[in-house]
C-alpha cells in the first residue's frame, strides 16, 4: 500500500530518519513512527516547513529529479531591506559559486502574510539598527542551501527559512512536528 505522509519539520531536525554520529540534532524518527515512508526531497537542519514522505518510489524520483521542474515555495526572512532590484535578480537567476540559478518567482511579503507561522523553537537574531524583510520564493530546483545562497548572492542573507509549499501541497493545518497522511497528490509531476 502506497503511503504519502505530510510533515512541518522544526528547526534544528535533520531530513533522515537515522542519526549522524556525534550529532545532537533530532531525526524524523523523533516524530514519525510509520516504516517504510522516506523523504521526497531535505530540508537542512536549519530550515523549517513541509515535507513529504512516501513509500512511492516513482512519486519520489518525479518530485526529486530536477527535469520536472516542479515548484517549491520558501518563505525567507532575510537581513536587509528587499528592493525590488533584488527581487528582479533573484527573478533571473543568480551566479552562485559554479552555476547560475534557474530563474525564481520572487516577491516580498507583507508582516501579515507570514503572521501565521508559529515563533520558531530556536529566535532568530534581532539587531535594532538593521532592518529585515520577508521574502517569497518559489523555485523549481532544488540544490543543496539554494534558497540561502540565492538571497546571500544578492545581499539578502537568510535568517530564517520556511517552505510552505511543494506543488499544489501545502502546511495549512500543520504545527512544527505534526504529521497527517494525505491521498496521493494530485497533479504531480508526471513523465514527459
Same mark, same amino acid.
Given at each position: 500500500?502506497?503511503?504519502?505522509?505530510?510533515? @512541518?519539520?522544526?528547526? &534544528? #531536525?535533520?531530513? $533522515?530518519?537515522?542519526?549522524?554520529?556525534?550529532?545532537?540534532? /533530532?531525526? =524524523? *524518527?523523533?516524530?514519525?513512527?510509520?516504516p517504510g515512508v522516506y523523504p521526497v526531497g531535505r530540508l537542512d537542519w536549519d530550515s523549517?516547513?513541509?515535507?513529504?514522505?512516501?513509500?512511492?518510489?516513482?512519486?519520489?524520483?518525479?518530485?526529486?529529479?530536477?527535469?520536472?521542474?516542479?515548484?517549491?515555495?520558501?518563505w525567507a526572512h532575510v537581513e536587509g531591506e528587499a528592493t525590488e532590484a533584488a527581487l528582479? @535578480?533573484?527573478?533571473? &537567476? #543568480?551566479?552562485? $559559486?559554479?552555476?547560475?540559478?534557474?530563474?525564481?518567482?520572487? /516577491?516580498? =511579503? *507583507?508582516?501579515?502574510d507570514v503572521a501565521i507561522l508559529p515563533p520558531r523553537e530556536v529566535p532568530i537574531r534581532?539587531?535594532?539598527?538593521?532592518?529585515?524583510?520577508?521574502?517569497?520564493?518559489?523555485?523549481?530546483?532544488?540544490?543543496?542551501?539554494?534558497?540561502?545562497?540565492?538571497?546571500?548572492?544578492?545581499?539578502?542573507?537568510?535568517?530564517?527559512?520556511?517552505?510552505?509549499?511543494?506543488?499544489?501541497?501545502?502546511?495549512?493545518?500543520?504545527?512544527?512536528?505534526?504529521?497527517?497522511?494525505?491521498?496521493?497528490?494530485?497533479?504531480?509531476?508526471?513523465?514527459?
Amino acid at each position: 500500500m502506497r503511503r504519502y505522509l505530510l510533515f @512541518s519539520k522544526p528547526y &534544528g #531536525v535533520l531530513s $533522515q530518519f537515522t542519526p549522524e554520529p556525534g550529532s545532537a540534532h /533530532r531525526t =524524523l *524518527a523523533a516524530f514519525i513512527d510509520v516504516p517504510g515512508v522516506y523523504p521526497v526531497g531535505r530540508l537542512d537542519w536549519d530550515s523549517e516547513g513541509l515535507m513529504l514522505l512516501t513509500n512511492d518510489g516513482d512519486l519520489q524520483h518525479r518530485f526529486t529529479d530536477p527535469r520536472f521542474e516542479h515548484p517549491r515555495t520558501y518563505w525567507a526572512h532575510v537581513e536587509g531591506e528587499a528592493t525590488e532590484a533584488a527581487l528582479a @535578480s533573484l527573478r533571473k &537567476g #543568480v551566479k552562485i $559559486q559554479d552555476y547560475t540559478s534557474r530563474p525564481a518567482k520572487a /516577491r516580498l =511579503l *507583507a508582516p501579515s502574510d507570514v503572521a501565521i507561522l508559529p515563533p520558531r523553537e530556536v529566535p532568530i537574531r534581532h539587531r535594532a539598527s538593521i532592518p529585515t524583510s520577508w521574502i517569497e520564493l518559489e523555485l523549481t530546483e532544488g540544490r543543496n542551501r539554494q534558497v540561502r545562497r540565492m538571497t546571500a548572492a544578492v545581499g539578502l542573507p537568510t535568517l530564517r527559512l520556511v517552505r510552505v509549499k511543494i506543488g499544489n501541497l501545502t502546511l495549512d493545518g500543520l504545527a512544527p512536528g505534526e504529521w497527517r497522511e494525505i491521498a496521493a497528490p494530485k497533479g504531480y509531476p508526471k513523465s514527459r
